[in-house]
T-cell receptor
Framework: AQTVTQSQPEMSVQEAETVTLSCTYD???????LFWYKQPPSRQMILVIR??????QNATENRFSVNFQKAAKSFSLKISDSQLGDTAMYFC????????????????FGQGTRLTINP | KAGVTQTPRYLIKTRGQQVTLSCSPI?????VSWYQQTPGQGLQFLFE???????NKGNFPGRFSGRQFSNSRSEMNVSTLELGDSALYLC????????????FGPGTRLLVL
């Protein structure tokens, strides 16, 4: 079974600063995806970024980037130039590759990191 | 393109009752997954449907069931509600593989009294 661990329950930074959220996972799978989702106070779960395990290049989406270390099973999220709207709960999630037959597999989530951006 | 929609958004029930939650996926998405979110257990996978068939199931009792219709809309049902069923129920949809990224709806908040 896969497990995802987020060791930082809460973090707080000033607006415009850079912040890094940590995530480690445990799996024996070789083909999988990793995700970061954010859940603001509205409770809507929003996809931030996705990484395919077979890709060595780290994924980036505007101010969001990841540091994917497959051997270390580490997947951290860096938020640059943080904004007040980034205040949310951030979840790291693992999903093994299902393929055409098995299809979409379940997301395994970490416990989340509550990030607060202060003005 | 409209996102995943869930109805109702809020629900209050009493112990022993049953409840049905509805989820409409993003147009073109045929896979629908359901998750339960509670403060104590976090986010847990309930089940996944594709083409009206349940393909994957989490570790929940048989009181939790679901189905999917031919238009990909999905419902989940919880019978004989317990206080511990109070949670945010999230639905997510995805395209066929290999595009397996799941996109979430706003959730249904269920309170069992």
């Amino acid at each position: 079974a896969q497990t995802v661990t987020q060791s930082q329950p809460e973090m707080s930074v000033q607006e415009a600063e850079t912040v890094t959220l940590s995530c480690t996972y445990d799996t024996s799978e070789n083909n999988y995806y990793l995700f970061w989702y954010k859940q603001p106070p509205s409770r809507q779960m929003i996809l931030v970024i996705r990484q395919e395990a077979y890709k060595q290049q780290n994924a980036t989406e505007n101010r969001f980037s990841v540091n994917f270390q497959k051997a270390a099973k580490s997947f951290s999220l860096k938020i640059s130039d943080s904004q007040l709207g980034d205040t949310a709960m951030y979840f790291c999630a693992f999903m093994k590759h299902g393929g055409m037959i098995q299809g979409a597999q379940k997301l395994v989530f970490g416990q989340g990191t509550r990030l607060t951006i202060n003005p | 393109k409209a996102g995943v929609t869930q109805t109702p958004r809020y629900l209050i029930k009493t112990r022993g009752q049953q409840v049905t939650l509805s989820c409409s996926p993003i147009s073109g998405h045929r896979s629908v997954s359901w998750y339960q979110q509670t403060p104590g257990q976090g986010l847990q996978f309930l089940f996944e449907y594709f083409s009206e068939t349940q393909r994957n199931k989490g570790n929940f009792p048989g009181r939790f069931s679901g189905r999917q219709f031919s238009n990909s809309r999905s419902e989940m049902n919880v019978s004989t509600l317990e206080l511990g069923d109070s949670a945010l129920y999230l639905c997510a949809s995805s395209l066929d593989p290999p595009q397996e990224t799941q996109y979430f709806g706003p959730g249904t908040r269920l309170l069992v009294l």
